[in-house]
């Protein structure tokens, strides 16, 4: 918790807790006047703005029709070994030419295992490495 002079004071436990309860809780519409209250209180609270772009995801994935998606982004494609290879900025052009996060419909084929995916360092991606020329090329992966 950053005070008023710039000093930093850790919350205890028990109102971390509290806190994390009350965004829990809360209507996305009521977020804003909650954390007004905190910082009125002098109540600095990192992470809500990864917290509202969560938030926001995860209502946006409920907008995604996945067979439409799917039938759109591979329409006029040809197949190579039974999947679709669509390039990684192809991929985020499509996206945003229909108003979706590329990294929200990325993370939404993965979830319905619709996409292939590679892993760097233990972290998974959602883009696959595809040898083309003299050159790797990030592909997002559609199985058929």
């Known amino acids: 918790?950053?005070?008023?002079?710039?000093s930093t004071e850790?919350?205890?436990?028990?109102?971390?807790?509290?806190?994390a309860k009350?965004?829990?809780?809360?209507?996305d519409e009521r977020i804003p006047m909650i954390l007004d209250v905190f910082q009125k209180a002098e109540v600095n609270i990192g992470g809500l703005d990864e917290l509202a772009e969560w938030r926001a995801l995860n209502k946006q994935t409920a907008l995604i029709d996945t067979e439409e998606f799917i039938k759109g982004i591979t329409?006029?494609?040809?197949?190579?070994?039974?999947?679709?290879r669509i390039k990684a900025a192809?991929?985020?052009h499509y996206c945003a030419d229909h108003?979706?996060?590329?990294?929200?419909?990325r993370k939404h084929l993965y979830e319905h295992?619709?996409?292939?995916?590679s892993t760097d360092k233990g972290k998974i991606?959602?883009?696959?490495?595809?040898?083309?020329?003299?050159?790797?090329?990030?592909?997002?992966?559609i199985k058929n």
């Open 75 to 84: 329409g006029g494609r040809e197949q190579v070994d039974g999947e679709y």
């Open 125 to 141: 991606n959602y883009t696959v490495p595809i040898w083309e020329g003299n050159h790797n090329e990030r592909y997002v992966v």
């Open 1 to 6: 918790m950053e005070g008023q002079n710039g």
């Open 90 to 92: 192809e991929f985020n």
């Open 10 to 19: 850790a919350l205890d436990i028990k109102t971390a807790i509290q806190i």
């Open 99 to 105: 108003n979706i996060s590329s990294r929200l419909a």
């Open 113 to 117: 295992g619709l996409i292939r995916t």
């Open 22 to 27: 009350i965004l829990a809780a809360a209507p």
